[in-house]
């Protein structure tokens, strides 16, 4: 898995409530297993205007602006819903490393954090001023520091934020949960010889 350490990018705003996991990646695509690249699956739907395949210019992420953007900054329980980790596969591929939202489904927030992805929640004011800053100026810049645990918007304000210590030592380190296991590979080595020492008395 990729570290997170810090992460300057351009930040797309989708400020509407509850958007779920559906919206996020139509069910019809949850087939595909993770080797596939799933970042065309990403907001399939919002995407295209109704019953096209036409891109819709009025969808933030199809505008030239916020094609470089690697954070999301969303409304409140961004990716509620049905626990799809494909939600996550989706945000991965198509380059994103970080959301901001008031609130996140939990089981999206805990896949994010398996996947290298880090929810920041900030307080709903804080997002709304940050929403409002990228939407005056497209293409602004937000920079999330998750070893100083701050998000600096584009007008130089800086919020600070909480994340689990364990979830974050592991993005730090960009570990998964199988490079998790591989890194104690000593520790779980020293262990079974231990064990098989005393149960061969």
């Known amino acids: 898995m990729e570290a997170f350490t810090r992460l300057d990018s351009v930040a797309v705003p989708?400020?509407?409530?509850?958007?779920?996991?559906d919206q996020i990646i139509p069910g019809r695509f949850l087939s595909r297993p993770r080797e596939v690249d799933h970042s065309a699956f990403l907001f399939h739907d919002a995407r295209r205007l109704p019953g096209t395949e036409e891109p819709n210019p009025d969808f933030p992420l199809n505008q030239e602006a916020y094609r470089p953007a690697r954070i999301i900054v969303a409304g409140r329980n961004f990716a509620c819903g049905s626990s799809r980790e494909s939600a996550?596969?989706?945000?991965?591929?198509?380059g994103f490393r970080c959301a901001i939202a008031p609130s996140f489904g939990?089981?999206?927030?805990?896949?994010?954090m398996k996947n290298g992805l880090l929810p920041v929640?900030?307080?709903?004011?804080?997002?709304?001023a940050l929403i409002a800053q990228i939407e005056a100026a497209p293409g602004a810049?937000?920079?999330?520091?998750?070893v100083a645990l701050t998000v600096t918007f584009p007008d130089g304000t800086v919020h600070g934020f909480e994340v689990d210590p364990f979830a974050r030592h592991c993005l730090l380190e960009g570990l998964d949960e199988i490079g998790l296991t591989l890194s104690l590979e000593d520790q779980i080595a020293a262990f079974e010889r231990r064990f098989?020492?005393?149960n061969s008395r």
Request: charged share 25%; proline share 8%; net charge negative.
């Open 14 to 21: 989708l400020p509407r409530p509850n958007i779920d996991t």
């Open 88 to 94: 996550v596969w989706a945000l991965f591929d198509a």
């Open 106 to 112: 939990d089981i999206f927030r805990n896949n994010g």
């Open 121 to 128: 929640v900030l307080p709903a004011e804080a997002v709304a």
């Open 141 to 146: 810049r937000v920079t999330v520091d998750l």
């Open 196 to 198: 098989g020492r005393e």
